[in-house]
């Protein structure tokens, strides 16, 4: 299969300010034309260069483009930092209530602070926290806007902090502003369903029904489901099975209700009907432009429940399901207690708001900032090789750098590396307030479609063809793996979701959206390969000697870095890397970063994951020798790509683990003593006839001792006529 990434819907934008450097070279636009831009270079040459559409998406899919947004501008502002989309007035309930205990607490203390009344440190909090409390209640309109008989801890003005938590407190609302002291605690607890898997897989076949023209009422629906449930039952009591709770109508008015309303409507009533009633009205958030606004959110995914709803469950053998951590009926845990039933991941994604288009996807067990990091890097990259990977037939080649970016307050965008990230490559973001859903609206309607309709179709359209895969036994079944259901989630997201008409758009397709606007507006490019490894990229800190740096075994040298070694000494730097790509890094030396390539100039564009399979592979042909052949290894890299294994680790939207940790065990147990050499080829001697062949150790790299006494078949010893030095053959030619 081969690598496509599609350039003619493509097409970039940059403002008449902006710095953009290409390849190295500054320039500034200068015109805009219908085959593509004319920049002119912003040094004294003013020299103009005309580039192609199809040229910028060529560059920008190797990350040789960087946009300095409003450089040349006289009036350049700093850029907007963080800006509330809602004001605490639009929070109810309890939340709010909590959050005003907070901010009134950390005023108090904050005014008392510069009334040099009180110093942040946990002694000078605790003696004057009744005063604190005092000023925090005056602060308040309303110490019970609730009316609740009985408040809880953290709604009850007269449960002081501890001296701790006011720090924290205030160090949040420092960094964040006040919006940063909305807490999640409504988002706890299990809120997975209370039926079980198989009741739900029966269910929903029944509900799905609903989605007819033939327009069967709720009520014929619920009499459905009660009579499948009644034959389900039959057949548990005949095996020795407890029966199955028959769903109440109101449960399956819920389920019903539960569907996409636009599907429900074209599916019922036709397409202009559904165009009719789904018809926007322009109020609200307004967005005209592609990433002009993206919205990032998390969804739990209960995969018990998805599977056995879209009947993936019924499929699996029981060690399948036991291999997925998926429940099977009668298993104990280690303690010999019941199993528990639920097994989440978490899916954080990105929606462009303009287009409905999802421009990033990340499947991780417990979401964090690398989850947050990964999925902003995804949104920038051309995801042609997700789709290649899979065999989409949509290309997924919605990207470039958002103008904004809205999310929730959830801790993995919270985080300094997340918004910082964000901050490098000049995006605006928001913090949407938790309590006020409609501020990420069109995500969580997204999530809303992926439930009701990516499950259903995993059997029929993806999951259907793993089964037929086949393996080196014909009769044993393919196990169903992460990178399964990861395969499904892309196609249905890129072929089904962004090709079905969307009742915010007035029925037209996420995909034809996208094209249409992204042609009239275009985007900003992504970011450079530099500024990726900076934003992006893994940081540690290594040591530099005369050898440069090692990383996983690659060397890295240059010239400035050897100069800066011998006034320092070796000693440890900050250091870079990305690991998607192995032929450079960028080090920190004194105040500025400075880019480093690798010895190797064919690792360009390698992955490291790539580069540690063609190790692994190259050593298990020689486990014996710690010396490798790095021409072996670059063949071995070159196999690999061919084999488009480089396309599935793409494929994957699992979250990337390159914690030091990792790299510690990969350091170990991989390269550990590894020592490469490069295999000599003949070469023909400048003035002589032939070539020279080289030596068994130069072609080998195992060194040879020919001045070992050697034991001749009879036991003597032969030491006479022995070369001191491995000798070379010259063969004439005629």
């Given at each position: 299969?081969?690598?496509?990434?599609?350039?003619?819907?493509?097409?970039?934008?940059?403002?008449?300010?902006?710095?953009?450097?290409?390849?190295?070279?500054?320039?500034?636009?200068?015109?805009?034309?219908?085959?593509?831009?004319?920049?002119?270079?912003?040094?004294?040459?003013?020299?103009?260069?005309?580039?192609?559409?199809?040229?910028?998406?060529?560059?920008?899919?190797?990350?040789?483009?960087?946009?300095?947004?409003?450089?040349?501008?006289?009036h350049f502002a700093a850029k907007r930092q963080l800006q509330m989309s809602t004001a605490h007035g639009g929070l109810v309930g309890a939340i709010k209530v909590r959050t005003g205990k907070k901010e009134a607490y950390c005023q108090a203390a904050l005014d008392m602070y510069s009334e040099g009344l009180l110093q942040f440190t946990d002694v000078s909090i605790k003696a004057n926290m009744p005063t604190v409390m005092g000023r925090a209640m005056e602060l308040s309109d309303n110490l019970n806007p609730s009316g609740k008989a009985k408040l809880s801890k953290a709604e009850d003005f007269a449960v002081r902090?501890?001296?701790?938590?006011?720090?924290?407190?205030?160090?949040?609302?420092?960094?964040?502003?006040?919006?940063?002291?909305?807490?999640?605690?409504?988002?706890?607890?299990?809120?997975?369903?209370?039926?079980?898997?198989?009741?739900?897989?029966?269910?929903?076949?029944?509900?799905?029904?609903?989605?007819?023209?033939?327009?069967?009422?709720?009520?014929?629906?619920?009499?459905?489901?009660?009579?499948?449930?009644?034959?389900?039952?039959?057949?548990?009591?005949?095996?020795?099975?407890?029966?199955?709770?028959?769903?109440?109508?109101?449960?399956?008015?819920?389920?019903?209700?539960?569907?996409?309303?636009?599907?429900?409507?074209?599916?019922?009533?036709?397409?202009?009907?559904?165009?009719?009633?789904?018809?926007?009205?322009?109020?609200?958030?307004?967005?005209?432009?592609?990433?002009?606004?993206?919205?990032?959110?998390?969804?739990?995914?209960?995969?018990?429940?998805?599977?056995?709803?879209?009947?993936?469950?019924?499929?699996?053998?029981?060690?399948?399901?036991?291999?997925?951590?998926?429940?099977?009926?009668?298993?104990?845990?280690?303690?010999?207690?019941?199993?528990?039933?639920?097994?989440?991941?978490?899916?954080?994604?990105?929606?462009?708001?303009?287009?409905?288009?999802?421009?990033?996807?990340?499947?991780?067990?417990?979401?964090?900032?690398?989850?947050?990091?990964?999925?902003?890097?995804?949104?920038?990259?051309?995801?042609?090789?997700?789709?290649?990977?899979?065999?989409?037939?949509?290309?997924?080649?919605?990207?470039?750098?958002?103008?904004?970016?809205?999310?929730?307050?959830?801790?993995?965008?919270?985080?300094?590396?997340?918004?910082?990230?964000?901050?490098?490559?000049?995006?605006?973001?928001?913090?949407?307030?938790?309590?006020?859903?409609?501020?990420?609206?069109?995500?969580?309607?997204?999530?809303?479609?992926?439930?009701?309709?990516?499950?259903?179709?995993?059997?029929?359209?993806?999951?259907?063809?793993?089964?037929?895969?086949?393996?080196?036994?014909?009769?044993?079944?393919?196990?169903?793996?992460?990178?399964?259901?990861?395969?499904?989630?892309?196609?249905?997201?890129?072929?089904i979701y962004h090709n079905t008409p969307h009742g915010g758009l007035n029925g037209e397709t996420p995909v034809k959206a996208w094209r249409r606007l992204s042609k009239k507006y275009g985007v900003l490019p992504p970011p450079d390969m530099e500024m990726m490894r900076l934003c992006f990229g893994q940081q540690r800190q290594y040591r530099l000697d005369k050898k440069g740096i090692t990383i996983l075994g690659v060397c890295y040298q240059a010239e400035h870095l050897q100069t800066y070694m011998r006034r320092k000494d070796p000693h440890m730097v900050d250091v870079r890397w990305h690991p998607k790509d192995?032929?450079?890094?960028?080090?920190?030396?004194?105040?500025?970063?400075?880019?480093?390539?690798?010895?190797?100039?064919?690792?360009?564009?390698?992955?490291?994951?790539?580069?540690?399979?063609?190790?692994?592979?190259?050593?298990?042909?020689?486990?014996?020798?710690?010396?490798?052949?790095?021409?072996?290894?670059?063949?071995?890299?070159?196999?690999?790509?061919?084999?488009?294994?480089?396309?599935?680790?793409?494929?994957?939207?699992?979250?990337?683990?390159?914690?030091?940790?990792?790299?510690?065990?990969?350091?170990?147990?991989?390269?550990?003593?590894?020592?490469?050499?490069?295999?000599?080829?003949?070469?023909?001697?400048?003035?002589?006839?032939?070539?020279?062949?080289?030596?068994?150790?130069?072609?080998?790299?195992?060194?040879?001792?020919?001045?070992?006494?050697?034991?001749?078949?009879?036991?003597?010893?032969?030491?006479?006529?022995?070369?001191?030095?491995?000798?070379?053959?010259?063969?004439?030619?005629?």
């Amino acid at each position: 299969m081969d690598l496509s990434f599609t350039n003619e819907n493509a097409h970039y934008a940059f403002g008449k300010f902006d710095r953009v450097t290409v390849e190295g070279v500054g320039y500034r636009l200068h015109q805009e034309t219908e085959v593509g831009f004319v920049f002119v270079r912003d040094d004294e040459s003013q020299l103009a260069q005309q580039f192609t559409h199809e040229d910028m998406q060529r560059l920008g899919n190797t990350h040789a483009i960087r946009v300095e947004r409003g450089y040349f501008d006289p009036h350049f502002a700093a850029k907007r930092q963080l800006q509330m989309s809602t004001a605490h007035g639009g929070l109810v309930g309890a939340i709010k209530v909590r959050t005003g205990k907070k901010e009134a607490y950390c005023q108090a203390a904050l005014d008392m602070y510069s009334e040099g009344l009180l110093q942040f440190t946990d002694v000078s909090i605790k003696a004057n926290m009744p005063t604190v409390m005092g000023r925090a209640m005056e602060l308040s309109d309303n110490l019970n806007p609730s009316g609740k008989a009985k408040l809880s801890k953290a709604e009850d003005f007269a449960v002081r902090p501890s001296a701790r938590t006011l720090r924290r407190w205030l160090s949040t609302m420092g960094e964040l502003g006040r919006i940063g002291l909305v807490d999640r605690i409504d988002n706890r607890g299990n809120r997975s369903h209370r039926m079980g898997p198989e009741a739900i897989g029966l269910m929903m076949k029944e509900v799905r029904k609903y989605l007819s023209p033939e327009k069967p009422s709720i009520k014929h629906i619920h009499e459905e489901v009660q009579l499948s449930f009644r034959d389900r039952n039959e057949e548990r009591l005949a095996n020795g099975q407890s029966p199955l709770p028959i769903p109440s109508r109101e449960t399956v008015r819920r389920a019903i209700r539960a569907l996409d309303p636009y599907q429900v409507e074209l599916a019922r009533n036709g397409e202009a009907a559904a165009r009719k009633k789904f018809r926007p009205v322009m109020n609200g958030i307004s967005v005209t432009r592609p990433l002009e606004r993206v919205e990032i959110d998390e969804w739990t995914v209960d995969v018990m429940t998805l599977m056995q709803t879209s009947g993936m469950y019924d499929l699996l053998e029981d060690d399948e399901k036991r291999s997925l951590g998926l429940y099977v009926e009668g298993d104990v845990d280690e303690n010999g207690k019941k199993r528990k039933k639920s097994a989440r991941w978490t899916l954080t994604a990105a929606i462009c708001c303009a287009t409905r288009c999802i421009v990033g996807m990340v499947l991780s067990r417990n979401p964090g900032a690398e989850a947050a990091v990964q999925l902003l890097q995804m949104i920038t990259t051309n995801k042609g090789a997700w789709t290649d990977a899979v065999g989409g037939m949509t290309p997924w080649d919605m990207h470039g750098t958002p103008e904004l970016i809205v999310f929730d307050g959830g801790s993995a965008f919270k985080s300094q590396r997340f918004r910082m990230a964000a901050s490098d490559l000049g995006i605006v973001w928001e913090m949407a307030m938790n309590g006020v859903p409609e501020n990420r609206g069109t995500m969580e309607r997204a999530f809303g479609t992926f439930a009701s309709d990516f499950a259903p179709r995993l059997t029929g359209h993806t999951f259907g063809s793993i089964l037929e895969k086949g393996d080196a036994d014909p009769e044993k079944r393919a196990v169903l793996t992460l990178d399964d259901f990861t395969f499904a989630l892309i196609r249905w997201v890129t072929d089904i979701y962004h090709n079905t008409p969307h009742g915010g758009l007035n029925g037209e397709t996420p995909v034809k959206a996208w094209r249409r606007l992204s042609k009239k507006y275009g985007v900003l490019p992504p970011p450079d390969m530099e500024m990726m490894r900076l934003c992006f990229g893994q940081q540690r800190q290594y040591r530099l000697d005369k050898k440069g740096i090692t990383i996983l075994g690659v060397c890295y040298q240059a010239e400035h870095l050897q100069t800066y070694m011998r006034r320092k000494d070796p000693h440890m730097v900050d250091v870079r890397w990305h690991p998607k790509d192995l032929g450079a890094i960028s080090v920190r030396l004194g105040k500025k970063w400075f880019e480093v390539p690798a010895t190797d100039a064919s690792l360009k564009g390698i992955a490291a994951q790539t580069w540690l399979t063609a190790i692994r592979r190259t050593r298990s042909a020689n486990p014996a020798s710690n010396r490798l052949d790095s021409v072996a290894v670059r063949e071995a890299i070159k196999a690999i790509n061919d084999r488009n294994e480089r396309a599935k680790q793409a494929s994957s939207l699992n979250l990337e683990d390159w914690s030091e940790d990792r790299m510690e065990r990969a350091e170990r147990d991989l390269l550990a003593g590894v020592e490469f050499f490069e295999r000599k080829v003949p070469a023909q001697q400048k003035g002589e006839l032939g070539h020279q062949i080289p030596s068994t150790e130069e072609l080998t790299g195992v060194p040879m001792d020919h001045n070992a006494p050697k034991n001749s078949p009879g036991g003597a010893v032969m030491t006479e006529d022995m070369p001191a030095k491995p000798t070379n053959i010259t063969i004439e030619e005629d």
